[in-house]
């Protein structure tokens, strides 16, 4: 091995998350277990997350294995900015002065920028501490700029995930471009995400931009196929809150109702808009055809699809649902929208249904049909769903690719050093 080639026994990595274990975004623990299973040492550091309910045994373990940057409050963070301050002073006002530049025409004011700042010198240091060769960062927001700032005072290089479709609703505000042209890397979970990050960036940058799909974990995919159920019954899992479209299906499943169409409907989760579904509910006297489960763990999810003849995700803005590959890597099909990287997995009449986004009488007309296929037909479709999935998803490739991208970075940087 060349000197300045990184051996990946020995690579040290540092993901920087806004809030972490959380329900929802269960793909970054999955990321940085398959991550470790490559020979990276992941160090966790999370802004907040300390505290708060948490239903999943390995969620529990990971939070043990956390650093909180607000747990010690606003004395920890001062004890760490005087400390940064007194060792690298001009970086400390160059990375002020930055600060200060992404909190104009921001989506938050300039005292947010500024704490960024303090969580900037806490992370470094804990990166000194863990001798970090390189961060990584999900979503394109506050975190992010929170890798930036570190980076301005001379801590290692960052790349980041974009998901969507939060950082395409307002890129500019979030200085998305800012954020792209100080990394590394930039890691689009699709070819539609990588579409949308060439929008905002100039075309000398796109070369940056790498394409690593969500993995899925084994508990989803190793396990013997589970027969199709008799029942007529359907789950959506998600956030319930007004992008997932729950309303939506709510008044989809309402026509059936008057049809006098057969059907079970589970809508695993919580969320914001909970008790205006709940209201939907008892509005259209479903209250004994849906069933809201509140947050549930991995193994739970895994349970209510395989109780499930098909998942059903009306969204109006996705980036690409993880609940969609796992629902395919459970041989089930999946009705869901033409929105976004969803057609990139779920194709009609193969694996799935799609239908236009926001059209209730369309939703209401695919579940019927799909109601009245055979169960030996959605089988077919279900094995076929489960074969795409582990072509595109597969946990442990994904990792590799990003590991080898985290290689690539290091290498590079001890090339310049």
């Known amino acids: 091995m060349n000197n300045k080639e990184v051996n990946l026994n020995k690579m040290k990595v540092a993901y920087l998350t806004s809030q972490y274990p959380k329900v929802s975004h269960s793909f970054i623990r999955r990321e940085i277990l398959a991550l470790e299973t490559n020979n990276v040492e992941v160090s966790r550091i999370s802004v907040r997350g300390w505290d708060g309910e948490l239903v999943d045994p390995v969620d529990i373990d990971e939070r043990k294995k956390t650093q ?38 921001a989506d938050r004011s ?17 990166l000194q501490q863990s ?45 998305l471009a800012e954020k792209i042209n100080g990394c590394a890397f930039v890691v689009a979970i699709s070819s539609y995400c990588r579409s949308q990050i060439y929008r905002w960036i100039p075309y000398s940058q796109w ?50 109702a008057k049809k006098g169409i057969d059907f079970e409907l589970v809508l695993g989760g919580d969320g ?20 809201i489960t509140g947050w549930i763990s991995s193994d739970q999810v895994r349970n209510e699809i395989l ?32 929105i976004a990287a969803i057609p990139e997995l779920v194709i009609t009449g193969e694996n799935g249904f799609l239908f236009p986004a926001g059209d209730v009488d369309a939703l209401a007309e695919t579940l019927e049909k799909f109601l009245a296929l055979p169960n030996e037909q959605l089988t077919q479709m279900g094995e ?9 998803h597969s946990a442990s490739t994904e990792a590799n690719k990003l590991a080898q991208l985290f290689n690539e970075t290091v290498a590079n940087n001890q090339a310049n050093a």
């Open 307 to 338: 109780n499930a003849k098909a998942l059903v995700l009306p969204s109006f803005a996705e980036g690409l649902p993880v609940v969609i590959m796992e629902a395919m890597a459970l041989r089930r099909p999946v009705i869901s929208t033409y």
């Open 207 to 256: 070369s940056k931009v790498k394409e690593v799909h969500c993995g899925i974990e084994d508990a989803f995919h190793n396990i013997s196929p589970v027969p199709i159920t008799a029942k007529p019954a359907l789950v959506c899992i998600g956030r319930i809150c007004e992008q997932k479209g729950q309303l939506l299906l709510i008044d989809a499943a309402n026509i059936l």
């Open 110 to 126: 300039w005292p947010y920028h500024l704490v960024y700042v303090l969580e900037a010198c806490q992370v470094l240091l804990w």
């Open 272 to 291: 914001e808009m909970r008790q205006e579904v709940e209201a939907q509910i008892k509005r259209h006297g479903l209250n004994d055809k849906v069933r």
């Open 68 to 105: 909180y940057v607000l747990q010690n409050g606003i004395a920890g963070l001062l004890s760490a900015t005087l400390k940064v301050f007194l060792n690298t002073p001009i970086s400390f006002f160059k990375t002020l002065g930055l600060a200060i530049k992404l909190g104009i025409r």
């Open 131 to 175: 001798k970090a060769q390189h961060m990584h960062v999900h979503f394109g927001a506050n975190a992010t700029e929170v890798a930036l700032l570190v980076r301005t005072l001379g801590g290692p290089s960052y790349s980041f995930t974009i998901h969507g479709p939060e950082e395409f609703d307002k890129p500019e505000f979030i200085k």
């Open 384 to 392: 076929l769903a489960y074969k795409r999935v582990l072509e595109r």
